[in-house]
């Protein structure tokens, strides 16, 4: 039985190495021949069920998503046909079914009376702005971080905006060592540049420097957000065929969604459209032919059918906006803290809360967020730039609808600042607070960087991070990563900027480090009693000490000691032996 996941929607072409098995389903394209998939994307905030491919963090049903673009996707395609005629809700009028668009359709059975033809018409979407994506990927080897792995290529969608500038999801080119878009009708495959790529909102953004790709091309327009029912068009590359496919559905839900590939939570909108893979980065249409979203993840589950996600507009515009401002993309804000619900009436009334005082408890706040200098823990947030919090957390959207507060933080720039409005001890407190980017102490993501690490007498030191953790022990790495691990990445946070978690990697086996070869993933706290705060700190440290020994102090009150002089020399020939160009990676000798 195949687990539930929420896929990626990225469709991958002949691989040459195995494929990662991402959690949400990638819409990119896969092709048939890909039947295994070893590297799963995604990460769970906490612990999720078994029976899930890889949990989504904050997933309020348990069930995992999956990326659809890396996603191996089996080569039956089933047939199925529908005479639903488009649009909803759909009205019975004497024999003729007329959608909310004014179309009308025979019935079989039935008189048909006089019918009159609602005014409204249907927009046909550009879909020669639609594009396919041919990705070619060389992702790091966390095990042997002096090397990449073997390339891979992959199939998604996107879509061209103005200014030349073409839209797709990160995940669809991640790690990219070539980039080709192709329009629709043509033979010509354009090489692009990627210009920005937006880790959080699943988002990147394209360019082509040829003039003839962009001749006779419409760019796409957005709409504002689609409210329930309404009716959407997605439109992409799917597997089961070269040229453009069209679905159509309905937006079925509008709230906080967990993003896989960013390991966060933004706005998302939930569609009943058929999502397959090869449809990341396509564009989700409405009934006026505007874009009201991207495609990018569904979710795969036995008891589910048809549930794809779509990144709605304002989270696209934040990020088109965030990259025009800065020329880069600097990423979506936090406030900094971790909140209780205050829904009981007594923990209102210790808190010295009023009847009709309502908002969330502080638990904790990020020690590297700017809001660590004016909140404490057991502070009640009343307000968020004016606008007031509920006991649950949230606050009003639209009609009849509420949402996260995290939704007001998101829609701020990074540096910028929020009134806050708290209670304290009983007494009302205003604060300007600047919001920032999430700082780690396990990031999701080395935003396509190579990875870190630093050699010493055959041990491997690396910084532990989520995509090095699924690299180490797969999509179940949140249930079979070491225990102290686990809790690092679920419960601690950073006390400073460039904190890092250290570990032995692995142990290179040397005469000189005989007895200590099955030391593997294990931290490191300090050299010679002097605490580690990062990776190159610990280089640097090991470099410039001319002791009789080095002594590492390591999790599980563990100890390797060595002879410097020894250890240093053995260093170069572990190198030769395994064919390692440096000790150490570039970022360290910067």
Same mark, same amino acid.
């Given at each position: 039985m195949?687990?539930?996941g929420?896929?990626?929607?990225?469709?991958?072409?002949?691989?040459?190495?195995?494929?990662?098995d991402?959690?949400?389903?990638?819409?990119?394209?896969a092709?048939?021949?890909?039947?295994?998939?070893?590297?799963?994307?995604?990460?769970?905030?906490?612990?999720?069920?078994?029976?899930?491919?890889?949990?989504?963090?904050?997933?309020?049903?348990?069930h995992?998503?999956?990326?659809?673009?890396?996603?191996?996707?089996?080569?039956?395609?089933e047939?199925a046909?529908?005479?639903?005629?488009?649009?909803?809700?759909?009205?019975?009028?004497?024999?003729?079914?007329?959608?909310?668009?004014?179309?009308?359709s025979?019935?079989?059975?039935?008189?048909v009376?006089?019918?009159?033809?609602?005014?409204?018409?249907?927009?046909?979407?550009?879909?020669?702005?639609?594009v396919?994506?041919?990705?070619?990927?060389?992702?790091?080897?966390?095990?042997?971080?002096?090397?990449?792995?073997?390339?891979y290529?992959?199939?998604?969608s996107?879509?061209?905006?103005?200014?030349r500038?073409?839209?797709?999801?990160?995940?669809?080119?991640e790690?990219?060592?070539q980039?080709?878009?192709?329009?629709?009708?043509?033979?010509?495959?354009?090489?692009?540049?990627?210009?920005?790529i937006?880790?959080?909102?699943?988002?990147?953004m394209?360019?082509?420097?040829?003039?003839?790709?962009?001749?006779?091309?419409?760019p796409v327009?957005?709409?504002?957000?689609?409210?329930?029912?309404d009716a959407?068009?997605?439109?992409?590359?799917p597997?089961?065929?070269?040229?453009?496919?069209?679905?159509?559905?309905?937006?079925?839900?509008?709230?906080?969604?967990?993003?896989?590939?960013?390991?966060?939570?933004l706005?998302?909108?939930?569609i009943?459209?058929?999502?397959?893979?090869?449809?990341s980065?396509?564009?989700a249409?409405?009934?006026?032919?505007?874009?009201?979203?991207?495609?990018?993840q $569904?979710? /795969?589950?036995?008891?589910?059918?048809? !549930?794809?996600? @779509?990144?709605?507009?304002?989270? #696209? =515009?934040? %990020?088109?906006k965030?990259?025009?401002?800065?020329?880069e993309?600097?990423g979506?804000?936090?406030?900094?803290?971790?909140?209780?619900?205050m829904?009981?009436?007594?923990?209102?009334?210790?808190?010295?809360?009023?009847?009709?005082?309502?908002g969330?408890?502080?638990?904790?706040?990020?020690?590297?967020?700017?809001?660590?200098?004016?909140?404490?823990?057991?502070?009640?947030i009343?307000?968020?730039?004016?606008?007031?919090?509920a006991?649950?957390?949230?606050?009003?959207?639209?009609h009849?609808?509420?949402?996260?507060f995290?939704y007001?933080? $998101?829609? /701020?720039?990074t540096?910028?600042?929020? !009134?806050?409005? @708290?209670?304290?001890?009983?007494? #009302? =407190?205003? %604060?300007?607070?600047?919001?920032?980017?999430?700082?780690?102490?396990?990031?999701?993501?080395?935003?396509?960087?190579?990875?870190?690490?630093?050699?010493?007498?055959?041990?491997?030191?690396?910084?532990?991070?989520?995509?090095?953790?699924?690299?180490?022990?797969g999509?179940?790495?949140?249930?079979?990563?070491?225990v102290?691990?686990?809790?690092?990445?679920l419960?601690?946070?950073a006390?400073?900027?460039?904190?890092?978690?250290v570990?032995?990697?692995?142990?290179?086996?040397?005469?000189?480090?005989?007895?200590?070869?099955?030391?593997?993933?294990?931290?490191?706290l300090?050299?010679?009693?002097?605490?580690?705060?990062?990776?190159?700190?610990?280089?640097?440290?090991?470099?410039?000490?001319?002791?009789?020994?080095?002594?590492?102090?390591?999790?599980?009150?563990?100890?390797?000691v060595?002879?410097?002089k020894?250890?240093?020399?053995?260093?170069?020939d572990?190198?030769?032996?395994?064919?390692?160009?440096?000790?150490m990676?570039?970022?360290?000798r910067?």
């Amino acid at each position: 039985m195949k687990k539930a996941g929420r896929k990626r929607n990225r469709k991958t072409k002949e691989t040459q190495a195995s494929v990662p098995d991402p959690v949400m389903e990638d819409l990119s394209l896969a092709s048939p021949e890909v039947l295994d998939d070893n590297s799963p994307q995604g990460r769970k905030r906490g612990r999720a069920r078994k029976n899930s491919s890889i949990g989504v963090q904050g997933s309020p049903t348990g069930h995992s998503m999956e990326l659809i673009a890396r996603e191996p996707v089996p080569p039956e395609i089933e047939n199925a046909t529908s005479d639903r005629v488009l649009g909803s809700p759909i009205r019975m009028v004497t024999g003729v079914v007329e959608d909310n668009d004014g179309e009308l359709s025979r019935v079989a059975a039935g008189n048909v009376g006089e019918v009159k033809k609602e005014s409204v018409i249907k927009v046909v979407p550009s879909m020669d702005a639609v594009v396919k994506v041919f990705c070619v990927h060389t992702d790091p080897n966390f095990s042997l971080p002096w090397q990449r792995k073997r390339q891979y290529s992959s199939s998604s969608s996107g879509f061209i905006l103005g200014g030349r500038r073409v839209l797709t999801n990160a995940h669809s080119v991640e790690h990219h060592t070539q980039v080709k878009l192709k329009k629709r009708g043509s033979d010509t495959k354009y090489l692009a540049t990627v210009l920005a790529i937006g880790t959080e909102c699943d988002i990147a953004m394209l360019t082509v420097d040829d003039d003839e790709f962009w001749d006779g091309v419409s760019p796409v327009e957005f709409g504002c957000l689609p409210s329930l029912q309404d009716a959407v068009t997605v439109v992409g590359y799917p597997i089961g065929g070269d040229t453009i496919s069209v679905t159509s559905g309905v937006v079925s839900r509008i709230e906080i969604l967990s993003y896989v590939h960013g390991s966060t939570e933004l706005l998302g909108l939930q569609i009943d459209a058929a999502i397959n893979s090869g449809n990341s980065g396509g564009p989700a249409f409405n009934n006026k032919g505007q874009c009201v979203g991207i495609v990018f993840q $569904s979710l /795969k589950h036995e008891d589910v059918e048809n !549930i794809g996600y @779509v990144i709605p507009t304002p989270v #696209i =515009l934040h %990020f088109i906006k965030d990259y025009e401002q800065s020329n880069e993309y600097t990423g979506f804000p936090i406030l900094g803290v971790e909140w209780q619900k205050m829904e009981n009436p007594d923990l209102r009334k210790a808190m010295g809360m009023t009847p009709t005082q309502k908002g969330v408890r502080v638990r904790r706040i990020e020690p590297t967020a700017p809001a660590s200098n004016f909140l404490r823990p057991s502070d009640i947030i009343l307000t968020f730039d004016g606008i007031d919090i509920a006991n649950d957390g949230t606050v009003p959207f639209r009609h009849g609808e509420r949402i996260g507060f995290s939704y007001l933080v $998101s829609q /701020k720039y990074t540096g910028e600042s929020a !009134i806050v409005k @708290v209670l304290r001890e009983s007494q #009302i =407190l205003e %604060f300007s607070v600047e919001v920032a980017t999430h700082k780690r102490l396990v990031p999701a993501h080395i935003k396509g960087k190579p990875p870190s690490y630093y050699i010493i007498a055959g041990f491997v030191f690396s910084a532990i991070s989520v995509p090095y953790l699924r690299s180490e022990y797969g999509k179940d790495y949140d249930y079979d990563s070491p225990v102290k691990l686990l809790h690092k990445l679920l419960h601690s946070m950073a006390q400073t900027e460039d904190e890092q978690l250290v570990v032995v990697s692995q142990v290179l086996v040397s005469d000189i480090n005989i007895g200590y070869e099955d030391i593997v993933n294990t931290q490191v706290l300090a050299f010679n009693n002097e605490p580690i705060k990062n990776l190159k700190q610990l280089a640097e440290m090991v470099e410039n000490y001319d002791g009789e020994f080095l002594q590492f102090n390591l999790e599980y009150q563990q100890m390797v000691v060595l002879e410097t002089k020894k250890a240093k020399a053995a260093t170069l020939d572990i190198l030769t032996t395994h064919c390692i160009p440096s000790a150490m990676s570039e970022d360290l000798r910067t």
